[in-house]
C-alpha cells in the first residue's frame, strides 16, 4: 500500500485500502459541499500528519460511492468510521464541533 497520509476510498479500492490495511482506518464519508464537513477538514489533516504512523486516514466521497453509503448505512455527513480488518470499531455521524472529532480521535488511539 502506498504511504499516503490520507488515502482516497472507493468502492472498486476498498478492500485493498481498507480491510487489508496494517493500521487502523477512520474513513471519512463526507461531500465538498456538506459544511460540518468542512469545519473537521482543518483538524482531519492535522491529525492525519500527526497520527498517520497509527491510523490510516482516509476519506469518501459521499457523491460517487453509493454502495458504501449503503454499506455504511450513511444518512448523515460527515460520518467517520474506525475500521480494523474491515470490522467497523467505532462511528461518529455529523459532528457539529471539532471537539466531537478530536474525543473520537483520541479515543481511538487509546484502543490501538
Known amino acids: 500500500m502506498a504511504d499516503e497520509i490520507v ?11 481498507v480491510v487489508k490495511c496494517d493500521k487502523p482506518v477512520l ?6 459541499w456538506c459544511i460540518d464537513c468542512k ?3 482543518p483538524m482531519f489533516m492535522e491529525y492525519a500528519q500527526k497520527y498517520h504512523d497509527k491510523i490510516q486516514f482516509a476519506h469518501c ?5 453509493a454502495g458504501l453509503n449503503t454499506k455504511f448505512r450513511v444518512r448523515h455527513i ?19 464541533k471539532v471537539e466531537a472529532f478530536d474525543e473520537f480521535v483520541q479515543k481511538a488511539l487509546k484502543e490501538i
Open 39 to 41: 469545519r473537521i477538514e
Open 61 to 65: 466521497d459521499f457523491d460517487t460511492e
Open 27 to 32: 474513513l471519512a464519508i463526507g461531500a465538498p
Open 7 to 17: 488515502l482516497h476510498v472507493t468502492e472498486a479500492n476498498y478492500e485493498d485500502t
Open 78 to 96: 460527515p460520518t467517520l468510521l474506525l475500521i480494523r480488518k474491515g470490522e467497523i470499531l467505532d462511528t461518529l455521524v455529523e459532528p457539529k
